[in-house]
Nanobody, 119 residues
Framework: VQLQASGGGLVQPGGSLRLSCAPSGAYFSIDTMGWYRQAPGKERALVATMTRGGMTDYGDSVKGRFTISRDNVKNIVFLYMNNLRPEDTAVYYC??????????????WGHGTLVTVSS
């Protein structure tokens, strides 16, 4: 399963962006989808995830500013980022896990989309 993310770019502090991510390839089901990010010199960290059932998990630094949503029919995941700060600058990676048609589990990562928050 390949993940294609889009929506990154340059935004001023206080601005907003929307990221989206969609899978391609064959799979039986996708369970959890979400986003992680990696800033320069730092480890990859949780931004937000959502299960098929709608349970969400957010990183502490984005709570109240970012919202994750998901289209369970098309398995597209969105990340709405509001009140962006310079410290949100990072490469954002889409994530998904699920099962293939052999019912083996898989974990997939997108190639990453750069978000830069700067005036």
């Amino acid at each position: 399963v390949q993940l294609q993310a889009s929506g990154g770019g340059l935004v001023q502090p206080g601005g907003s962006l929307r990221l989206s991510c969609a899978p391609s390839g064959a799979y039986f089901s996708i369970d959890t989808m979400g986003w992680y990010r990696q800033a320069p010199g730092k480890e990859r960290a949780l931004v937000a995830t959502m299960t098929r059932g709608g349970m969400t998990d957010y990183g502490d630094s984005v709570k109240g500013r970012f919202t994750i949503s998901r289209d369970n029919v098309k398995n597209i995941v969105f990340l709405y980022m509001n009140n962006l700060r310079p410290e949100d600058t990072a490469v954002y990676y889409c994530y998904a896990d699920g099962a293939d048609y052999g019912l083996d589990r898989f974990t997939s990562w997108g190639h990453g989309t750069l978000v830069t928050v700067s005036s």
